[in-house]
């Protein structure tokens, strides 16, 4: 399958659904610091900025060649591998703010489908022009390593709250946690946010069944956890969905 970018604009969202520029994660790249001029207009030009991409839409496929690096800008991507019976097992979500497809860069090819869970916007850093532009600009390279480290820290954190948990509440609770956390560092509010994914995606993406998933977020509701209605997230104690994800206390 091949990348599919739509050529008229989706609906604009409101501004809170908009990640500021400075919260983005490619934005020590198109708006490096400590140069001027001639520099910086090499730097902006590159960046194929707020690129549409509708709800169900491919933005790259997996096994397809690596070409470009993304940043979502709005809206929120899941991430695909296929199984040997061709069944979709999703492997991570990706929030307005975040960066992907750097994962791409070794094998030079994706790894993994990224699909549009939403109308969202994208913007787009061809790799090529990247290291092209970095041999004239040397700054470039050491915060395009420095983004790859970030974000590889964020991948393993958030791996490190998910993976390890033994039990299914313990999952749903680190899951929320998780976002709640990725939201506060773009931005957003950590406290009240709509979920971009549907309940069969978070399922998928934890290993739990859709009726277990369910009676969770149930249980959650009732302990005075969180407060949901429909995929509106309401974090009401966060020290208690902590205890009950089972990671260590915010004060210790």
């Keep these: 399958m091949t990348t599919r970018i739509t050529t008229d604009r989706p609906p604009r969202r409101g501004q809170a659904n908009h990640v500021a520029c400075d919260d983005c994660g490619l934005f020590p790249l198109c708006n490096p610091i400590n140069i ?8 902006e ?13 491919y933005l790259f496929s997996e096994g397809a060649p690596f070409t470009a690096i993304y ?4 809206g929120a991507i899941k991430l695909v591998n296929n199984s040997d019976e061709d069944e979709e097992l999703i492997v991570g979500f990706v929030l307005s703010g975040e960066a992907l497809g750097q994962t791409g860069i070794y ?23 990247l290291l092209e532009t970095a041999n004239q600009v040397p700054v470039l390279l050491n915060n395009f390593q420095t983004m790859l480290h970030k974000e590889n820290f964020d991948l393993y954190r958030q791996f490190a709250m998910l993976m390890a948990r033994k039990n299914a509440e313990q999952r749903l609770s680190a899951f929320l946690l998780n976002l709640s956390l990725r939201r506060q560092e773009r931005g957003f509010s950590a406290e009240e946010f709509q979920l971009p994914m549907s309940r069969d995606d978070i399922a998928n993406f934890l290993g739990l069944r859709k009726e277990t998933l369910s009676r969770l977020f149930t249980k959650l509701h009732q302990s005075g956890s969180i407060a949901v209605r429909g995929k ?3 974090m009401l104690n966060a020290e208690q969905l902590r205890k009950a994800s089972g990671l260590p206390s915010s004060a210790s």
């Design 45 to 57: 030009e590159f960046v194929e900025r707020r690129q549409p991409i509708r709800a169900g839409e």
């Design 107 to 129: 094998p030079q090819r994706y790894p993994c489908s990224a699909i549009a869970l939403e109308d969202s916007f994208v913007c787009e850093l061809p790799f090529g022009s």
């Design 232 to 234: 509106h997230i309401r």
């Design 71 to 74: 940043a979502v800008t709005s």
């Design 36 to 43: 001027s001029g001639h520099e910086l207009s090499m730097a």
